[in-house]
């Protein structure tokens, strides 16, 4: 099947699930899930209904973040914050992800060969604590993200275009990447070379604060540019206000002290100042976090008074909270849709061929929700295994093949990480979590994107393939596959681990669950125990290399495939899974081939190398991609469903 045929069949299946969808909302909504009349966020009409308290929006929602540090958040709970206290160069059109406008930058030129960015940066503004935006804020912002470095981070995404594609980290500018994420290792070095370094990073953006411009000099043409520094880590500090709080001092003697500073450890992890439409008013870490109105701002006040963002993890709290009208949108789990689905009273259904939604349709006045459905996600959640479980880990029980628990390097074996595809089962997947709106992804890239194949090979349920795989393990290595081994291997022994999730994330817990539940079939005595950890544990956890197996997500950063092979080859999440040097070598070399590779063509022809290699060792499990199915309350208006957000932009939000 070709790539277009692939595109059109998932928006067909999109419009058909649509098209059912809004037949049933004609109707009389399920009995079973529908609120009882008497509740009167139910009865109340649409020229009536109106929020207890107008001025403030409330979300419930799950996982909190694990940093406010604009430079180092890269996680969805973090950014979003980011989003609303923090401020980029330039922004994201509205709705569109592929369409920017001018925010801290007033204006910019590029040079004739696109490599020189001339940035003039916008006069009037002021931080939140009252001192006022200079081009050396700027110019300081980009230099101590990219000297901060780490590729649990998102300066990955900088370091290329200012240093040259596969150049992703500051340390290959000291040791050609020897010493990445390793601070201890990077300051051995020749306090000559961190200068020499660090300087390179100044001359590559140089603020002059008479012309009031910053210059940012590129390695080579970089298309993806202006997306790329839109996001949250193109978010501008006051530079004295950083200093004066414990960040990186500016100069390039002291910079290596900084290096792959973990977000727990930033001094700006838990403070704000920046120049957005919201402030940070307090945050009570497991409970709430308000962002209050920033009165000062450089463009008109937002309507919201203050942004109530509560912390549950039970999915019947936030539903009741919803029923209620205590909040105005809540984190819905894809297998509780249909509860909400039954409450909706206007749905703004996408068009794939406008590529945005179409005017909001009223189905059911007596119903207070408004349903966004149909665009099709720029985001996956998959599992992951790790390769080499590091020391300290509290989740490969004994550490030992000895049925109480696995070896670190449990998951080094290809046949045992077969054995766990061929055992998940994406058809109860896609049915019992997503209703259906959903397709088994066949490759780590999206629709539409070089590198994706409709056709390439995939892995499904089959029991006798898994039983099949775990039986030619050799976890023992003594060259016998375990299911013919007279002195016992995995298959005679069993393995005890657990598996970790986010707490709260109803939906991950389950594929974890699907996967136990289908691996204890095929031997009892292969136990997997599902462990759900706080937003930030599971990060921290995760990124020390100390879970044999997790599921989480990605939701991309700039619209391109360069942007998911690498987090699942050489990046944030290879690192996470201890992949070994040389198969990310392997990785490395296609990854930075496709990159550099302008002919859409010749980069479909790399990637599909990258597919075929990625398949064979299966170092993730790809789940699946579905439609967006969020809701609001209908007293809630100018909402920006621009799903490249990590989360809600809520400056043009106000309610009734």
């Given at each position: ?12 299946s ?7 969808f809004?037949?049933?909302c004609?109707?009389n909504?399920?009995t ?16 009536t ?10 979300q ?7 940093t ?8 969805t ?25 001018p925010?801290l ?9 696109g ?12 931080f ?25 981070g998102?300066?990955?995404?900088l ?41 390179r ?8 604060e ?45 910079w ?24 940070l ?10 962002l ?23 999915w019947?709290?936030?539903f009741?909270?919803?029923q ?9 789990p894809e ?18 061929d406008a ?5 909001c ?9 408004r349903?966004?459905?149909g665009r099709p ?27 109480n ?21 994406w ?18 890239p ?82 997997i ?32 495939p ?27 070399t ?9 002919d ?13 290699l ?5 170092p ?13 309350q ?17 400056y043009?939000?106000y309610?009734?």
């Amino acid at each position: 099947m070709s790539n277009k045929s692939a595109r059109l069949w998932f928006a067909m299946s999109c419009l058909l699930t649509l098209a059912g969808f809004l037949a049933a909302c004609a109707g009389n909504a399920p009995t079973a899930t529908a609120v009882p009349a008497s509740d009167p966020s139910v009865t109340q009409s649409a020229a009536t209904r109106t929020s207890p308290d107008p001025d403030t929006f409330v979300q419930v929602t799950f996982g909190e973040p694990e940093t406010l540090d604009p430079a180092l958040g890269y996680d969805t709970a973090s950014n979003e914050m980011i989003l609303n206290i923090y401020e980029p160069l330039v922004f994201y059109d509205g709705i569109h992800t592929d369409r920017f406008v001018p925010l801290l930058a007033e204006s910019w030129k590029v040079s004739e060969d696109g490599r020189v960015y001339i940035f003039t940066i916008r006069s009037g503004v002021t931080f939140h604590e009252g001192q006022s935006l200079t081009a050396e804020d700027v110019a300081y912002s980009f230099q101590r993200g990219l000297l901060l470095g780490g590729r649990s981070g998102p300066q990955w995404l900088l370091a290329e275009p200012f240093f040259g594609i596969g150049v992703e980290d500051i340390a290959c500018l000291v040791d050609d990447c020897a010493s990445m994420d390793n601070r201890e290792a990077l300051s051995a070095h020749d306090p000559a070379v961190f200068r020499a370094a660090c300087e390179r990073v100044k001359s590559a953006i140089r603020a002059d604060e008479a012309a009031g411009t910053v210059t940012m000099t590129l390695a080579q043409p970089w298309g993806p540019f202006l997306p790329t520094i839109a996001q949250t880590w193109g978010g501008i500090l006051d530079k004295d206000w950083a200093i004066a709080n414990g960040a990186w001092d500016g100069s390039c003697e002291t910079w290596q002290n900084y290096y792959a500073e973990p977000a727990e450890n930033s001094p700006l992890s838990r403070i704000a100042n920046g120049t957005g439409p919201f402030k940070l008013g307090q945050w009570k870490v497991g409970e709430e976090l308000i962002l209050l109105r920033n009165e000062n701002y450089w463009r008109e006040p937002a309507r919201l008074a203050r942004v109530v963002t509560k912390y549950v993890n039970e999915w019947g709290t936030r539903f009741a909270m919803m029923q209620a009208g205590d909040a105005d949108l809540v984190a819905v789990p894809e297998e509780n849709r249909s509860q909400m689905d039954a409450l909706v009273g206007e749905i703004c259904a996408f068009d794939l061929d406008a590529n945005r939604y179409k005017p909001c349709e009223v189905v059911n006045d007596a119903m207070p929700y408004r349903l966004y459905i149909g665009r099709p996600a720029i985001s996956r959640t998959d599992m992951f295994f790790n390769f080499h479980v590091a020391e300290g880990s509290n989740y490969i029980g004994s550490g030992q093949l000895d049925g109480n628990g696995i070896p670190p390097d449990f998951f080094a074996n290809v046949h045992i990480r077969r054995a766990f595809a061929y055992c998940f089962d994406w058809d109860v997947y896609i049915s019992d979590v997503f209703n259906g709106e959903a397709v088994q992804s066949p490759v780590i890239p999206l629709a539409g994107m070089p590198g994706y194949q409709a056709d390439a090979p995939v892995y499904s349920y089959d029991p006798a393939k898994c039983e099949e795989e775990f039986k030619l393990a050799d976890l023992d290595n003594d060259g016998i596959p375990a299911g013919a081994d007279p002195e016992g291997d995995v298959w005679t022994t069993g393995f005890r681990l657990q598996a970790l999730y986010n707490q709260g994330n109803t939906s991950r817990q389950t594929i974890a669950d699907i996967l136990a539940i289908n691996v204890a079939s095929i031997n009892n005595l292969f136990i997997i125990e599902t462990v759900g950890l706080p937003w930030p544990t599971f990060l921290r956890t995760t990124r020390a290399r100390q879970a044999p197996y997790f599921v989480s997500g990605w939701a991309e950063d700039i619209h391109d495939p360069h942007n998911w092979y690498v987090p699942y080859t050489i990046g944030a999440f290879a690192l996470s899974q201890s992949l070994p040097e040389d198969l990310q070598s392997q990785f490395r070399t296609l990854v930075n081939r496709g990159a550099a590779e302008t002919d859409p063509a010749a980069r479909q022809e790399i990637y599909e190398q990258i597919n075929r290699l990625f398949y064979d060792q299966a170092p993730a499990v790809l789940l699946a991609v579905a439609t967006s199915h969020t809701f609001e309350q209908r007293w809630v208006h100018g909402t920006l469903p621009n799903p490249i957000f990590p989360g809600e932009y809520f400056y043009p939000m106000y309610k009734d």
